[in-house]
């Protein structure tokens, strides 16, 4: 594989884990650096310029979306990762405001980072801000602004709309099953598969060209 010349800053507490991370980039990357807690990534970041980021949410001194919300004053458009642990929706709708492009819950495996880093450089090469989201291309969603549109009319959209809007675009094609939206989506233990069609439901009446794909006793997909 030939290594990509943009340069990677890895923001992650536990050693162990950044450091495993940061083996596996330097096959795909010329450039890897690391930072251990959250001001030691803004001080990196600020010095080096990195292309990507890939932060974790929970460390000491400054948390990733404190870090992360200072890190969008100064550059609105660098492509952010962010790992945690945790499935609950405060933090995952939190990070949506954030201009996110990926949200990998812990523990992630390589796959999954690999097909993240994939969307990144397909979105930075191919699309300016934003994609199509259905074949006769009237219907795009915009990376930058979090609204769809049609022919040019804009569409706004819930932070749950966007949030699963995003997870289908990223994973277009593919079926993401009722469980792993549910728990996405999740506002509490109990939540109930209802919430999930009410979300998908209101993104096919807001953008009527979208091809969201029941797929029956599993999941959903976007074609």
């Known amino acids: 594989m030939k290594k990509a010349q943009s340069r990677v800053l890895i923001v992650e507490d536990d050693r162990e884990s950044n450091d495993n991370i940061a083996f596996f980039l330097q096959?795909?990357?010329?450039?890897?650096l690391s930072a251990y807690d959250g001001e030691e990534g803004w001080i990196r970041y600020r010095e080096e310029t990195p292309d990507i980021?890939?932060?974790?949410?929970?460390?000491?001194?400054m948390n990733g979306l404190e870090l992360i919300q200072k890190i969008r004053h100064k550059d609105p458009h660098i492509p952010i990762i962010i790992l945690t642990a945790y499935s609950h929706q405060d933090y995952l709708l939190k990070a949506v405001t954030l201009k996110l492009d990926n949200y990998l819950i812990k523990p992630i495996t390589y796959a999954k980072l690999n097909d993240a880093l994939d969307r990144?450089?397909?979105?930075?090469?191919?699309?300016?801000?934003s994609v199509s989201i259905e074949p006769t291309e009237t219907a795009y969603y915009d990376y930058g602004s979090k609204t769809g549109s049609i022919e040019g009319k804009s569409i706004s959209l819930t932070n749950k709309e966007i949030l699963l809007l995003e997870l289908l675009i990223q994973n277009r094609n593919k079926i993401l099953s009722y469980d792993y939206l549910e728990e996405i989506l999740s506002e509490g233990p109990s939540v109930t598969r209802n919430a999930l069609?009410?979300?998908?439901r209101n993104l096919r009446k807001k953008l009527p060209p979208i091809r969201?794909?029941?797929?029956?006793?599993?999941?959903?997909?976007?074609?």
């Open 120 to 129: 990144i450089f397909q979105k930075t090469n191919v699309f300016t801000g």
């Open 53 to 61: 980021m890939i932060v974790d949410i929970e460390m000491p001194k």
């Open 197 to 200: 069609k009410c979300t998908i």
């Open 27 to 32: 096959k795909r990357f010329m450039d890897v």
């Open 212 to 223: 969201i794909e029941s797929i029956a006793k599993v999941g959903y997909r976007l074609v």
